[in-house]
């Protein structure tokens, strides 16, 4: 089982949770990382080199902070250049059906913020809805996400345990997606 990581973080100089979930995941043997802010830093994307990466994978993970309750801007261009018509969708377009996929966000608002009468007022699978449908589209097994909220206020071990946690999650998602 091969996996790719896409990680989307405009700023990862001053990330505190994504560069150290990269950095734990770049150590594992099945996974591949790749950087899309570093390799496209002008978003213009090799859409036939991110379709490759993705027909050799097996299990696709989007990796992003949540920004304004999405992903960064890198990220939606790539779905819209990279998941094209006769290739992620449409009556030929089955290159990645039954791939799994799945989310690995971290988040400023605290878990406790992400639910009705919470003051983010939606849940994390609500809000994440975009990317179910979109796998769902594509015939992909969408898995529970992995998420790391409050992280303003996490200590640099919290954050070090989260990376362990995601790697063990991304390589065997049927473990739970809890740190
Ligand atoms: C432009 C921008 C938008 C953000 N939007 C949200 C948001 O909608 N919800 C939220 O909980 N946190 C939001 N945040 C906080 C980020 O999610 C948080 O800084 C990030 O997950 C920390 O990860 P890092 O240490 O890898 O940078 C936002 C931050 C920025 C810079």
């Not at 950087?35 to 379709?51: A, G, K, R, T």
């Not at 890198?74 to 990279?82: E, I, P, R, S, T």
């Not at 400023?108 to 919470?118: I, R």
């Not at 939606?122 to 529970?144: I, K």
Request: glycine share 6%.
């Amino acid at each position: 089982m091969k996996t790719l990581v896409l990680v989307a973080h405009p700023n990862l100089e001053q990330s505190k949770v994504n560069k150290a979930w990269m950095n734990r995941l770049e150590q594992e043997e099945n996974v591949t990382v790749h950087n899309l802010y570093s390799i496209y830093p002008n978003f213009e994307i090799d859409v036939e080199q991110e379709q490759q990466l993705l027909l050799e994978h097996d299990r696709i993970v989007l990796q992003f902070p949540f920004y304004w309750y999405s992903s960064p801007a890198l990220l939606k261009q790539w779905q819209d250049a990279v998941l094209t018509y006769g290739f992620a969708y449409g009556s030929t377009g089955t290159k990645l059906q039954g791939k799994e996929f799945m989310l690995a966000i971290s988040s400023g608002g605290a878990a406790e913020a992400y639910q009705a009468g919470g003051y983010n007022h939606y849940s994390m699978s609500e809000l994440t809805r975009p990317f179910q449908a979109t796998a769902n589209l594509c015939g992909m097994h969408f898995l529970p996400s992995f998420l790391l909220q409050g992280v303003m206020t996490l200590t640099e071990e919290k954050v070090q345990h989260s990376a362990e946690a995601l790697a063990a999650y991304v390589t065997n998602p049927s473990l739970r997606a809890d740190q």
